[in-house]
């Protein structure tokens, strides 16, 4: 491995042989993957490290103390409901394992331990959207191994054994790492961890701690019925357990280590606050972040659950039911398979039973074929999987409890809901007319035909009573064909669940057989032509119809939050202002970015991995401990790449996409060798458009199209409508 300085700047480095270096590269991958599809042939149960360490369920008790009270407005839980809300806030599941492996082998990207660094509690929620935990400070000088964390007590009665300790940031959990032995210690210098990335991308570095992630990272923020007076500093009682942290920063918290002239940087950069790229680490090739739900009205939600066929591992969740009415809750309506299904899986998502989870995909790369995680499996092999099983009706009662925020509860929000009751009416007339065949639980009889004049009726009549509002999900919950409509399809074209994929035991056969929506027409990132694409059969093209609820506390809007401005501004001004602009530009489309909102590269950047990942072969074309592959011109559609079907796995197209990546990487040298400035760089990229399109798996570029329905209203009427929504 080559040390920073090793190589004079202006040293000759033969194009040809950097050329054959990533040849190389592609081959190791595709090497890679034919090992891990070998290995997967295997059907041992392969335990977790809590079965091979001995312990049994009984080790990870539920914590029953009631430290968060104050949290979601003060409602007063029952003891079964508080031990599911402390799983919620507390219990990463033994992801810890996982993230640890990612910090050791995430190709130089991931470092939770980084993300931790006290030095910046002052800035996290404006930097990176995270929650500072109330009663925490930061450090004022590093701890024994030299690590900047937060300083504070732990919380009361919470066992470290099960939970770790707080990192001062809710959503992180520390734990002492099992592996930091005399030998690890003597080998540790936090000065080159933070400072010296050769040293701390290097595999082999054993932290001293593990962190690992809750539910709470992704789901805890503000409640808009008490907003913080700093939100650096934020007290419980400031806090929503379920709101979904619309100010979550992607890039700032997973990609701590990465410049901004990585490519991994920008493709998690392209996430907007408060997405996630949920097949970022068991990747289907697709970047496709989407809007972090917020989590309401369950009861409500399972009124108009759908009747699913269930098969193979998913009865295990059914009891051997072939069939069940089951909520749809990923974007996609993937998770088909029951609220106990999709709270199992989160957990697996995000690194539970990582050590068959890792077996099942190559995760961040991708590039081989993936195979189901087996619950079989997981009950056999892992004491986490058990004990998170063991939680799920605790868990899922506390969510049943979370209701959304009215605005005219929030301070100051009733200068915000109109006084006129005639432009109410109006507004509710608008809705029951033109939105609540698809936003509305409340239905009338299915013998009503819902394109007749009495549908409408009905409906009119529903909307206009006192109580529209009461046990009202504002969803049917329905799946929606993307061609109808038309939001960026990236996030319904996700595969991790269709038949044989990782997620093959969370979705339903009914998921499975869904028909192929047909074509949509999409645009070319550079010369703005449209042309057709075709969408697969099998689960993906579709989005389930979203609630509305708490609307008015949750923008910007869509799946992918691309509609509206983002502010970081968690006051009810700041959040009814952000709801304003986003209905402004969902109602009048001509007001949106349009392809302007194309996710682009911010400067030139570079595929970078880290000299310690690379075959010995290709050691000698390593700059400053990374191999750059590149540079990718600034300006650079970045779903162009990202969303390149690169499974090497499948013979019929391997050769081509070996074929292709050779000549994407041709390009980039050529831009690098002639030093193109950038109108040149973009021609050269230009002529790998086509081919890139075609191998693409969403050519869908644009980020704020699609919902259109009501645009042809009246101004008075979608005035009326913006008003009555503000009281959902």
Known sequence: ?????????????????????????????????????????????????????????????????????????????????????????????????????????????????????????????????????????????????????????????????????????????????????AAAQRAWDPQRYYNDAPYYTNPQLVRPYIVGISCALCHVAFNPLKPPDDPEQPKWQNLSSTIGNQY???????????????????????????????????????????????????????????????????????????????????????????????????YVSIGEYSQEWLRDHNVIVGGSAQHPFAVEKAQKGSIYWQSTIERIPSLSRFLMRMKSPHLADAPGGREFITRDAKLLEQGKIVFAEHCARCH????????????????????????????????????????????????????????????????????????????????????????????????????PGYYRVPSLLGIWATAPLLHNSALGTYTDDPSTAGRVAAFEDAMEKLLWPEKRRGVNSILRTSEQSYIEIAAAYLPKEISEFVSNGYLRVGPIPENTPINLLANADLDLSNPHGEIDRLNLLARVQGELLRIKVEKLNAEEAQKALLKLVPDLLKISKCPDFIEDRGHYFGTNLSDADKRALIEFMKTF
């Open 440 to 539: 509305s639980s409340k239905q009338p009889p299915a013998s009503i035909d819902r394109s007749s004049s009495e549908y409408t009726r009905w409906m009119k009549a529903e909307v206009l009573k006192a109580d529209f509002l009461d046990e009202n999900f504002l969803s049917t919950e329905e799946r929606i064909p993307v061609s109808v409509v038309q939001t960026n399809a990236a996030r319904g074209l996700a595969t991790n669940a269709v038949e044989g994929h990782v997620w093959d035991n969370f979705s339903s056969r009914t998921y499975k057989s869904l028909p192929s929506v047909g074509e949509i027409e999409v645009t070319n990132p550079f010369d703005q032509s449209t042309s057709s694409f075709s969408l697969p059969a099998g689960g």
């Open 1 to 181: 491995m080559n040390e920073p300085g090793d190589r004079a700047e202006g040293q000759a480095r033969s194009p040809v042989f950097e050329f054959a270096a990533v040849v190389l590269f592609c081959a190791a991958i595709v090497a890679i993957s034919v090992v891990l599809l070998r290995r997967h042939h295997r059907s041992e149960i392969i335990p977790d490290d809590a079965m091979l360490a001995g312990k049994t369920i009984a080790d990870f008790p539920q914590a029953n103390m009631h430290a968060f009270d104050e949290m979601d407005s003060g409602i007063a839980l029952n003891d079964d409901e508080t031990r599911g809300r402390n799983t919620w806030l507390l219990w990463t599941a033994g992801d810890q394992v996982f993230w640890d492996h990612m910090a050791q082998r995430g190709f130089g990207i991931v470092d939770l331990l980084k993300t931790l660094d006290s030095r910046h509690r002052a800035t996290r929620f404006a930097d990176m959207g995270l929650m500072n935990e109330p009663g925490y400070a930061p450090a004022t000088q590093p701890d024994q191994y030299g690590l900047w964390l937060d300083q504070g007590a732990q919380e009361e009665g919470v066992d470290a054994r099960v939970y770790g300790r707080s990192s001062g940031v809710i959503g992180l959990r520390i734990y002492p790492n099992r592996k930091f032995d």
């Open 248 to 346: 979550l920063v992607g890039a700032k918290v997973f990609a701590a280590t990465a410049s901004a002239d990585s490519y991994a940087f920008q493709v998690l950069h392209s996430w907007k606050p408060g997405t996630i790229d949920t097949s970022f680490l068991a990747t289907d090739n697709l970047n496709n972040p989407s809007k972090i739900n917020s989590i309401y009205a369950i009861k409500d939600r399972l009124s108009v659950a759908h009747t699913e066929e269930i098969s193979g591992g998913a009865l295990y969740f059914s009891n051997g039911a072939t069939s069940a009415a089951v909520p749809h809750v990923l974007k996609d309506g993937a998770d088909s398979v029951g609220l106990a299904c999709a709270l199992s899986r989160v």
